[in-house]
Each structure stands twice: as C-alpha cells, then as structure tokens.
C-alpha cells in the first residue's frame, strides 16, 4: 500500500504543503551552517537566474578556474523562478515544511529532488558520510480553499515558533514568520498573498495576532502532514 501523501495530485496553480524529513528520522540540519547552506539553495533555485552574465563569466580568461567552474555550475542548475512560488517554510532539526504554488502542473517533483539531491550532496561531502539523507518519498498535499491556505500557513510558522499565554513569541527554528510581519525582506519568499487576507490597522485582525492566537485545526486537518 503507497505511503499516506505520497500519491499526489498535481494542478496548475495549485498550492501545496510539502514535507520530507531525514532518512530515519535522522538530522538534516546540525548547525547554522547546514541551515545557511539549504536557505541559499533555495534563493538559487527561486530567484532569476542571469544567463547572460553567467556565459561571460564561463568564458572570461581573467576570471580563475574556481570562479569559471562555479558560474558554470549554476548555468546548469534547474530554476524555478515566476514557475514555483514558495509562500511559507520552516527548517526543523530533522524535517522540513513548505507552503508552496506551482504555476505549471509537474514542477513540483523536479523542485524537491533538485533541493534534495544537492543538500544531500553537500551534507554528505561536509559530515563525511555516504547514501540518503532524506527519505525516499516526499509528501505533499493539495489545498482546496482559502481557509485552508491561511490556516496552513499558521501551522506551518506555529511548528517554529514558541508562542506564551500573552502571545509573546520568539523563533526556535527557521522559517518564513518575520518575513510577514515585515522585520525582514526575502525576495524569494511570497507573503503577499496570505496577507490581502488581514488587516495592516486592526491589531486584532493582523496575520500576527492569527499566528499567535488560536486556529481551527479542524479545516486543515487532513493538510497536516504527520510523521509515521
């Protein structure tokens, strides 16, 4: 029998959350380093790729072999720029979470093993050890309404951050929250869209206050990828 989420329905526009996590439920991320290293494959594979920049640096004679080598590296990489928008993430120790839109209907299984397969290369090279760092299947999961996509997205920020009795939060773990409220600017993150849906005034009504408030976990319940 297939593995819960790992048969996916893929839409055009369609918004999904995606999940994948260490082999054995092992470590994908020891140090800041490792989280460093993932967030800056993601801003390659998000952002504009300057193809016409990287051909003359592959061929300037000026430049060294190191500099040549990694422009033509990145030439070749797969990009995903206005094609995969990624809305909302966070890094744990041993999995991660995205909330992302896919504006074709297949690049989402061609977006997750780039990711992978280069972390796992790098990871391997770094900690001196051999073979899969992530579990074979990744899991995703499409999203049918609006409720659902702000829901899910306060899941996903609520899984980083350690929130008290007052709302007083603070990031335990990487992820997207700072970016929506403003504290930071990534252009490869896409924030807009979840927050037309509150208010910049209204301090009830802020994507903020939604976060550190309560949910309805009943609308995204079978959005919530869980370990098995």
């Known amino acids: ?40 494959f993601l801003k390659t594979y998000l952002s504009p790729k300057d193809v016409a920049k990287l051909r003359v640096q592959m061929l300037d004679p000026n430049l060294g072999f190191r500099e040549r080598r990694k422009a033509e590296r990145e030439f070749l990489l797969n990009n995903f720029y ?46 001196k050890r051999t073979g899969h760092l992530f579990d074979s299947v990744y899991k995703a999961v499409l999203v049918e309404s609006d409720a659902q996509l702000v829901q899910l997205s306060r899941y996903i920020h609520r899984q980083a951050l350690s929130v008290d009795i007052n709302k007083k939060w603070r990031v335990v773990f990487p992820n997207s929250f700072e970016n929506y409220l403003g504290m930071r600017k990534t252009t490869w993150i896409h924030t807009e869209e979840i927050l037309s849906f509150f208010s910049k005034s209204n301090s009830r009504l802020t994507y903020e206050n939604f976060v550190t408030g309560g949910g309805d976990d009943e609308i995204i319940a079978k959005l919530v990828i869980e370990e098995d």
Request: charged share 25%.
């Open 82 to 127: 206005e094609k995969i928008e990624l809305l909302v993430f966070c890094l744990m120790p041993n999995h991660f979470h995205f909330l992302v839109k896919q504006k074709d209907s297949e690049l989402i299984g061609l977006f997750i093993s780039s990711l992978c397969s280069r972390y796992t290369l790098y990871f391997n090279h770094r900690h």
């Open 1 to 40: 029998m297939p593995r819960k989420n790992s048969l996916k329905i893929y839409v055009e526009n369609g918004y999904y959350h995606i999940y994948n996590r260490g082999v054995e439920k092992r470590k994908i991320f020891i140090d800041e380093i490792d989280i460093k290293t993932f967030l800056s």
